[in-house]
Each structure stands twice: as structure tokens, then as C-alpha cells.
């Protein structure tokens, strides 16, 4: 079992177990306390929700009705992670099926063709991630920077932070799998050495040379005495 193929199913498996987390999470962005005039009272919205909390810990959420009415770059932020999502499925069932421990995916060379595509499939789900993140980032700090922005401004949330770093696990996770293809090739190469028959073959041969050279050697034990007997 290849510790590098190990190494990057953590690491791959990882990552997309936190683009779901970050999906589901309704903490994209959050009120901040600076701007907001009860600050016992907090706002924070999601892909699919917009919940509002206080300090006495009641917390009331409501989902979007409509797609339609939702802002374009929540709706390509939407897009974009259940892409994410989906790639990092897919990944993770070609990374099990790649791996040189399983008994299914046929020869090696199959194998590492499998890993190599489980590699790109974690890097592209990486990537969309990461856009998605990026582009819901520069949405709120734009906003909030924006001096004739005159509307509630949010700051980043929780679930920015997770998506990027389940994007960055993906991405690692990814360029090892794409990386181990290498090892799988020379797996075989080695397995396929004859040295083991060769060595049987000189052997016997040296024997038979032996035991021919004993018996023209010593000719005279063919006649011996006790034949005649």
C-alpha cells in the first residue's frame, strides 16, 4: 500500500467532507458589531438561508423561497459549490477504486490511469470552491468598503473560511494521487523481473555439466567388476 496514495485519500476525502460542510453552513457572512446599532442582535445569511439570532439565544431562519429573486452572484456561488460537491463525490469513489489496496479497478496500469483521473477530479472540485468562495469574498469586502454603500454591510463568515480550506485539502489531495501515478508504473516493472528463473536454469545446467563431466571422467566405473557378476 503506497503511503502517498494514503496520504492523499486523507487528504482528498478530507477536503470534500469540508465543501459540504461549508455548503450547508449559513455563515457566510455576518453583521458586524460596528455597524450595527443593537449589538445584542446579529444577522447572518447563507446559500440557502438567512437567519437572524440574539443574546438570549433564539434563533429564527428563512430559507429562499425563490430562486429567481436571489442575487446573481449568490445564485453562481449556488452553482459553483454543488459542483464542487458533486466532483468531490465522484473523486473520492475513483480515488477508493485507485487505490493498490482495493481488488477492484483491474491490472495496475488500470489503477494509476483510475488515481490519475481521482487527482484531476479532487483539483477541479478544489478549484470551484475556491472561485465560489472567492467571488462570495470580494462580494461583502467590496460592500463593505464601499463609503456610499449605504445598506446593512456584512463581514466574512465561517463558512468562507472552511470552503477555502477543504478547497486547498482537494487541491493537495489531488496533485499526489496525479504524482502516484508514477510509482504505480514502476510497481510492475519490478514484479516482471525473471532473475529467480534464470538463476534455476544456470543451476541446472551447471549440474548436468557436472554430472556429464563425472561420467566421462571416470569411465572406468561403467566396467566394473561387479557387472560381470
Known sequence: MSRAQIS??????????????????????????????ITATWVYQGLWMNCAGNALGSFHC??????????????ACRGLMI??????????????????CTKVGGSDKAKAKIACL???VFI??????????????????????DPLFVEQKYE????????????SLCIIGGVIFCFS?????????MGYMYNGATSVMSSRTKYHGREGDFKTSNPSKQFDKNAYV
Open 83 to 100: 459542483a464542487a460537491v458533486s466532483l468531490g463525490f465522484f473523486g473520492s469513489i475513483f480515488a477508493l477504486i485507485g487505490m493498490k
Open 156 to 167: 466574512l463568515g465561517a463558512a468562507l473560511f472552511i470552503g477555502w480550506a477543504g478547497a
Open 8 to 37: 492523499a485519500l486523507v487528504f482528498g476525502v478530507g477536503g470534500f467532507g469540508a465543501l459540504v460542510a461549508a455548503t450547508a453552513s449559513n455563515e457566510w457572512k455576518v453583521t458586524t458589531r460596528a455597524s450595527s446599532v
Open 62 to 75: 428563512r430559507p429562499h423561497f425563490t430562486i429567481f429573486k436571489v442575487e446573481g452572484y449568490i445564485q
Open 118 to 120: 481521482a487527482g484531476i
Open 181 to 189: 501515478i508514477s510509482d504505480n508504473n514502476k510497481a510492475p516493472r
Open 124 to 145: 477541479l472540485s478544489g478549484l470551484c470552491s475556491m472561485t465560489g468562495c472567492s467571488l462570495y469574498a470580494n462580494k461583502i469586502t467590496t460592500e463593505f468598503f
